[in-house]
């Protein structure tokens, strides 16, 4: 008995020295939240000044150019550089304030914030969201190559379809948030995922025809594919992520900056015939839809659809991964 | 130019002071990171040894239920009392710490923390959570009541059923978030959104036959009565969720507590014969399938599988209702 209210008497000075500690925590807790709310406005309140400025001296520089101001002020040279300077740190703290969710990830989550403000843990976050991609990439690859065998069960098609719906669906959702995290990521990668959604989800609700035997083979060999594309771009950002990484821990930068670029030029050129081929393959689809939506035996309205969904799929892919090659290539 | 060159250097006072203080900031969000870090170790120690004491306590008690100890320490019974205090300050404070993601947030989200620590935010959640629900019942009670009478489209019964499979795969993400905030919702509510989920799946994939269209018009008929009682059950909630708040508020907490509960019961009471209509309609969605399933014209697994799924649900919704019922009648 004197042995428990010795415990006991440990315990309760634990749990009162734990008191005082958290009382001091909840009241730093609610500190640090008021600063995130109070000094992203400052934040936001100073980028529109910068911005004004930004204006005014564009203004002033093309009406003149060449002024030069008396004695102890600053040229309209030095002051676009100091300005400069000043941008790139704001935009280098950005960062540190939490953003608000956009629409779609309002409409999914609610108004939980997903801001990471931590560069270390932002980067993780980004792997982990490879890692996912990668491991449903592998599951895609050994279901797609069965089907290629198995080819009579309809439900076996739909359970891949519904994979992949839950599977794009979930990467919008993902991708949503590295977006409010600062992801350079272009707006079409993420229109091309909600796309290829309803694209599987109408081959979902395709009947058991003439026209779906017809055209549900290429499609098999397409995702199949496609597999194997999505497990090199797993590779690619990999390595994009893991040498940014190094960077950032590295001192001498130069030599670093130009080992990154020179990788990531390497990697990308690796990858793009890849990425082409896909891009034409998702052009023969659209083509073989197309002759399949022209016969006589073919009522379903999902083949014209798809058709088109493939057709614009293909124009998005080859223009975007166009437009990024010709600026990584003109570096 | 000189208005310039002021405009400038007021602008960069303004940064100057900024960058003071949001050194400040980032120190202080990094000391509290590590202090939720820390923090919530140190609480979760602590809870395992409170629990371990409370196993000895037990064990003391059923030895030696009368043990009086001499002159300056603490009887048992008091013991227990300042146990309990403890243990509520723990669970009180429990709010405060972030916790971990479950394995389907993680699947969803990844790692991203989704612990709001702060208790008017958590209701702020709660609610807004409701309100999602009670829009997209909205549109499905308008959906519904439109394909009562619009019967010969299967591309529009296909997007309901779409609606269905995204609101509550929806709903389960952000249950889990939910739970992940201290919600005491019951693992069968859970479930059953993702039961219902696969169940209106499975409706999507059925083939347009014989079989579909018995049961096609009785489908959209209950669609139509559980977007009304889940209005119902939105209007509770809320309810509930309004005077949660105002209980926080008012001072006066025996009245205000009786109030609550009164209504609460009120409340349920009223709810609970909609309830029950609904999971009797279910076991009779489930005696239907079973019929179908039984004539010749019907070949199609859809049938059977759903008919399991009804009598699941009816189950399920029963015994869990009852639960929830008998629990709060005996209080
Ligand atoms: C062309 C490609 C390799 C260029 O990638 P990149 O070198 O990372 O190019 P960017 O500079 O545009 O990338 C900027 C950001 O967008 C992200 N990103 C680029 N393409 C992406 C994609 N398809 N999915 C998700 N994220 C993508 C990058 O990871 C990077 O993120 P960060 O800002 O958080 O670091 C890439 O866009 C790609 O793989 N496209 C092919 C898409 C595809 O799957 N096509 C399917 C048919 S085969
Ligand atoms: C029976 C019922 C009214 C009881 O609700 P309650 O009084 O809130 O009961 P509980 O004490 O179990 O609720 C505890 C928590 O679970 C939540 N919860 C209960 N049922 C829920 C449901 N169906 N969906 C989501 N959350 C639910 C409550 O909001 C509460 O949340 P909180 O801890 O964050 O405050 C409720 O469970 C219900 O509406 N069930 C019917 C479900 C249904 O839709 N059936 C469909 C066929 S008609």
Known sequence: MQKLDEEWSSLENELNQFQIKHKDYV????????????????F?????KLSYFQETLEKTSKTQPFEQIQDDTISLESMNEKFNERLDYMRHISDTFPRPNGIYLRTILGGICVSILNK??????????????????????????LLIFIRTY??????????????????????????????????????HHFITTVCTAILLIWPDSESYQLFRQQFIYFSFYLSIVQVLQCYYQNGVLYR??????????????????????????????????????????????????????CHEWQVTVLCIIFLVLFCGNFYTTFIVVRKRYST
Chains 1, 2 share one sequence.
């Open 27 to 42: 009241k730093k807790l609610e500190e640090v939240e008021s600063m995130k709310k109070n000094y992203s406005q400052q």
């Open 44 to 48: 936001n309140k100073l980028k529109k």
């Open 120 to 145: 270390e843990e932002k980067l993780n976050y980004k792997e982990e969201y490879e890692k996912f991609k990668f491991r449903i990439t592998l599951i895609s690859f050994v279901f797609s190559f």
């Open 154 to 191: 309809r439900v076996l098609d739909a359970s891949f379809n519904f994979l992949l719906v839950w599977y794009y669906c979930t990467l919008t959702i993902r991708e949503s948030i590295l977006v409010v995290n600062g992801s350079q990521i272009k707006g079409w990668w993420q229109a």
């Open 244 to 297: 940014l990484r190094a960077l950032g821990e590295k001192q001498d930068m130069d030599t670093t900056m130009e080992g990154f670029q020179t990788w990531m030029t390497k990697g990308l050129s690796f990858l793009l015939p890849f990425l082409f081929f896909g891009y034409f393959w998702e052009l023969y689809n659209s083509y073989v839809l197309f002759t399949i939506s022209l016969s006589e035996s």
